[in-house]
């Protein structure tokens, strides 16, 4: 079965600081995995995605991910957070076009 | 892509009451979803609305409670029937098609029970 962990339910950052929020996985196969973030009131926004290839993805608004297939991980960084980023993250795996299994979610705050 | 929209966006409902969630797509669809996110939740897959056929649903929920309908490839209804205040959550439509490569969401509709 898939399953996500995502081992940091809030993480507080400064503006300006950089970012790191840890994803892990467990999959039977090729793990095809996502990153998506809800600001509040809003629906879920695509930050990127990894199926094969480089294993550093870049995505919108800045964000970048790194698939570690060794550590089963897939964890989601910015060099420079705006306040506009504070928002609810969530990890996901799942085949494309089909179900997605999603972490827990981290909630990050940013400070002024 | 695709572009999806829910109806209604939010809403407030005594308990045992039943609300239908419509979820419209601006494209023809394969696959449709219904996940439910709870307060301060992750999101959890209740269905998958299959076209012309029952849903499939997963561990936990049951047709009874979540009636689901797909009369087309761009429309679904996801009903949650005699609701208590568990049910207080928000529900997501989703699509997905293999050549898209990721699952788009609707806004997504807020439901409290009283």
């Known amino acids: 079965a898939q399953s996500v962990t995502q081992p940091d339910i809030h993480i507080t950052v400064s503006e300006g600081a950089s970012l790191e929020l840890r994803c892990n996985y467990s999959y039977g196969a090729t793990p095809y995995l996502f990153w998506y973030v809800q600001s509040p009131g809003q629906g879920l926004q695509l930050l990127l995605k990894?199926?094969?290839?480089?294993?550093l993805v870049q995505g919108i608004k800045g964000f970048e991910a790194e698939f570690k297939r060794s550590q089963s991980s897939f964890n989601l960084r910015k060099p420079s957070v705006h306040w506009s980023d504070a928002a609810e993250y969530f990890c996901a795996v799942g085949p494309p076009g089909n179900k997605l299994t999603f972490g827990g979610g981290t909630r990050v705050l940013v400070k002024p | 892509s695709a572009v999806i929209s829910q109806k209604p966006s939010r809403d407030i409902c005594q308990r045992g009451t039943s609300l239908t969630i419509q979820c419209q797509v601006d494209?023809?669809?394969?696959?449709m979803f219904w996940y439910r996110q709870q307060p301060g939740q992750s999101l959890t897959l209740i269905a998958t609305a299959n076209q012309g056929s029952e849903a499939t649903y997963e561990s936990g929920f049951v047709i009874d409670k979540f009636p689901i309908s797909r009369p087309n490839l761009t429309f679904s209804t996801l009903t949650v029937s005699n609701m208590s205040p568990e049910d207080s959550s928000i529900y997501l439509c989703s699509v997905a098609e293999p050549s898209y490569n990721e699952q788009f969401f609707g806004p997504g509709t807020r439901l409290t029970v009283l």
């Open positions: 494209s023809q669809v394969t696959m």
């Open positions: 990894y199926f094969s290839g480089d294993t």
